[in-house]
């Protein structure tokens, strides 16, 4: 699903081109992206209660599938916005699902699999908006390149059926007085940061394609794929990352990777060379690789691979909550900053 995301979100500044709006407007659909990851880390864990998880992840996946058919297949405005709120509940929902299945399946191995997991999806993102930018080059528009997305899934459930793929049952269920104890002060000061931070890659994500077209020249098919190169650097910075987390501390490292950041904006932002900015685009994204990691560990209140630390409890449903608000006011300001600018 950080596969669907990335796929999506080069599609903001292409959508409007193609419905004549606003980038203010336009990025009111960052806005459906977090109401619908809010609506769905809440919905998750009673889904799951009365359905399982099995049942949840595979009606989550067909969710995904048919919202992208409606993005696809409708134009106007409340359509898209529409659609947007629903891929990102049901894929939210996938994705905590996948974490949790990940975690009762590893055991106390659980961070080191779902760092990899992480790393492999951002390995496979790099695809997105190449695809996204060769279908826009070659005259086609965005839809076929997304539209991949609805096959994909296909294919994981053939797989899934042919194969009899089961997911790991859940892990007994601790009692209330061992969760409902209150979070620590460092917790709430995580969450903060992760709520930060997190919103550089969400504007990034959204209009760091626009910039290349306004600032390096660039087509709109070449600035959707050179997008790519932010996914690349995520995933050098994931691969090298979760060995650099085995032996230095979170604050560090987190500190390390908001200079990496730093370093990597200022030479995108500051470059009208193509090539140089997409330079910037990769080093930035290396830094931004560790972010949530690091975020996520620093705030962690019970010990990793705990049965505490794998369930989806208020701790884990305020870590996706936490991701769900930076879509919103990250997207909409910088989308209102580029109407301005353009002005």
Known sequence: MGLLFVWLRPVVPLLRDEQGTTAAVASLHSTGLAAGALIGASAFPQLVRRLGRGSVLW????????????????????????????????????????NAALADHHGTGATAAISEANAVAAGAGVVAPIVIGLSVSAGFGWRPGIAVVVGLIALVALVGFLFRVRLPSLVAEPTLHQVRRPLPRSYWLAWAMLSATGSVEVCLSLWAADVLR?????????????????????????????????????????????????IGFAI????????????????????????YPSACRWRSPWPTGSATARRPTP?????????????????????????ARSC
């Open 59 to 98: 009606l989550s996946l067909a969710g995904v599938a048919g919202a992208v058919v409606v993005l696809c297949a409708f134009e106007v405005l409340p359509a898209t916005l529409a659609a947007a709120v629903l891929v990102s509940t049901f894929g939210t929902m996938v994705v905590t699902g996948v």
């Open 214 to 262: 306004t600032h390096a020249g660039m087509s709109p098919g070449a600035a959707s794929a050179t997008v790519a190169a932010i996914v690349g650097g995520m995933f050098a910075g994931r691969l090298v990352g979760s060995a650099l987390a085995r032996r230095v501390a979170a604050v560090p490292l987190l500190l390390g990777a908001l200079g990496i950041s730093v």
């Open 268 to 291: 995108f932002w500051l470059s009208p060379v193509a090539w140089v900015a997409a330079a910037g685009l990769m080093v930035l994204g290396v830094g931004n690789a560790m972010h």
């Open 315 to 339: 701790c884990t449903r305020r870590r996706s909550a936490s991701a769900s608000p930076r879509s919103s006011w990250a997207g909409w300001p910088t989308g209102w900053g580029r109407t």
